[in-house]
C-alpha cells in the first residue's frame, strides 16, 4: 500500500489492529506554530542550551521584502518562539562563542537587504547587547568563523552598502574588530566559512565576486591564507554549510550555480546536492534530500545537523520554505 508523502510526513504508523486498520500516531512537532518562509536568516546551535537557534531573515511580500526580528529553537521535536531582536535583520551571520557562552551577530541589513552594519551584537542570557566593532569592517553576506582552537572569530568576504565584494579579512578580539593584513581569496560573498576539526583551521570554499562563481577551496591558520590543490563542488554561492564536529566533517548543501540543472535568466540554478568535506578532500554524498534551493541554513546539533527553509527556483518566481529537515549520518529526514 502506498501512501501520500504528505501523510508519512505526519504520522508515525505504530502497527495494524486486529480488526486491520492502521494505529497511528503524529510525529512530533507535526501541527505546532512553525516560523514563516524566509531566506537569508541564521541557524547556529548554543552548545550550553543545548538548542538550535533561528534568527531573523527575509522573505518577498507583495512588491517588496518583508524583514524578520524573531528568533526561535528547534528544540528536536518541534519550533518554539524565543525573544526578539532588537531590530529586524537579513543576510548576518551568527556564531556561538563557546569561551564567552554566547550567540554572536555581526553584519547584514538593518530593515534593507543591501544596507551593511559592522556592528558587533552578542545574546547572552536572552538579550542582546552591541559589543563593539568597527565601521571600516560593515558587510552584509559576510562569513564568521568561529575557529575553537585560537578562540577567536574570524570575518571575511561580503558586500558593502553599495553592492560591492569585499575581500578583506578582520578578527573579532576583545572589545572590537582588528582588520590582519593578508593575501587571500579574491572578495566575494555568498561563500562558506567554517572551523575544519580535522585541519583545526577556518576553512572557505566556493561564493561568487564580480569574476563570476568560485570554486576554490581554502584555509586560514591564524597568520595566513592558503589555498589547497583540491577540486570539489561545482562552483555556487548561497549554499547551506554546517561543521559536523561529531564525525570530523564539514557539510554543505544546494546553492545557486551555472551548473545547476534548473536555469533562469542569470544562467544560474538551483543545486539539490550534498558535499562533506573530511580534512583532506571533498566527497559528493551518494543521497537524496531536501529539494534544490540556495540560502538554506544548517547548523550541527551534535548529533545530526539540521536543515531550515531557504529560497526555491519556480516557474513562477522564487519562493520562500520553511520546512526543517535531518541528516542522520548518510540520510536526509523530513521532520517538520
Request: charged residues 25%; aromatic residues 14%.
Amino acid at each position: 500500500m502506498k501512501l501520500a508523502n504528505s501523510f508519512v510526513h505526519r504520522w508515525t504508523i505504530l502497527g495494524v489492529s486486529a480488526i486491520g486498520y492502521l494505529v497511528l500516531a503524529p510525529r512530533p512537532g507535526w501541527g505546532q506554530v512553525v516560523p514563516d518562509e524566509r531566506a537569508h536568516h541564521q541557524l547556529v546551535y548554543h552548545d550550553a542550551d543545548a538548542r538550535t537557534y533561528l534568527i531573523a531573515g527575509s522573505t518577498r511580500r507583495g512588491d517588496g521584502y518583508h524583514y524578520f526580528d524573531d528568533m526561535w529553537y528547534w528544540d528536536g521535536a518541534g519550533w518554539v518562539q524565543a525573544s526578539a531582536l532588537p531590530f529586524p535583520r537579513s543576510s548576518h551571520r551568527v556564531v556561538y562563542h563557546a569561551q564567552r557562552n554566547s550567540l554572536i551577530l555581526f553584519g547584514g541589513g538593518f530593515a534593507q537587504a543591501i544596507r551593511a552594519e559592522g556592528v558587533v551584537w552578542e545574546w547572552q542570557r536572552g538579550a542582546w547587547k552591541a559589543i563593539g566593532g568597527n565601521h571600516r569592517a560593515a558587510a552584509s553576506e559576510p562569513e564568521m568563523c568561529y575557529d575553537r582552537r585560537r578562540e577567536r572569530i574570524v570575518i571575511f568576504g561580503g558586500w558593502d552598502s553599495t553592492a560591492n565584494f569585499r575581500g578583506e579579512t578582520w578578527e573579532w578580539r576583545e572589545g572590537g574588530l582588528v582588520k590582519v593584513d593578508s593575501m587571500g581569496p579574491t572578495a566575494r560573498a555568498g561563500h562558506a566559512f567554517l572551523y575544519d576539526p580535522v585541519r583545526r583551521r577556518c576553512l572557505l570554499f566556493g561564493g561568487q565576486g564580480a569574476e563570476g562563481y568560485h570554486a576554490d577551496t581554502w584555509d586560514w591558520d591564524g597568520v595566513s591564507w592558503h589555498q589547497l590543490d583540491v577540486s570539489g563542488p561545482p562552483a555556487r554561492w548561497f549554499f547551506g554549510s554546517a561543521t559536523d564536529s561529531a564525525n570530523g566533517r564539514i557539510v554543505i548543501f544546494g546553492g545557486r550555480g551555472p551548473e545547476a540543472p534548473v536555469r533562469d535568466r542569470d544562467a544560474a540554478g538551483d543545486f539539490g546536492d550534498t558535499w562533506a568535506w573530511n580534512g583532506r578532500r571533498w566527497e559528493q554524498l551518494p543521497i537524496s534530500g531536501p529539494p534544490p534551493r540556495s540560502s538554506a541554513q544548517l547548523a550541527f546539533t551534535g548529533r545530526s545537523i539540521v536543515l531550515f527553509g531557504g529560497r526555491q527556483e519556480r516557474p513562477q518566481g522564487f519562493g520562500d520554505l520553511n520546512d526543517t529537515w535531518e541528516l542522520r549520518e548518510r540520510s536526509w529526514v523530513r521532520v517538520h
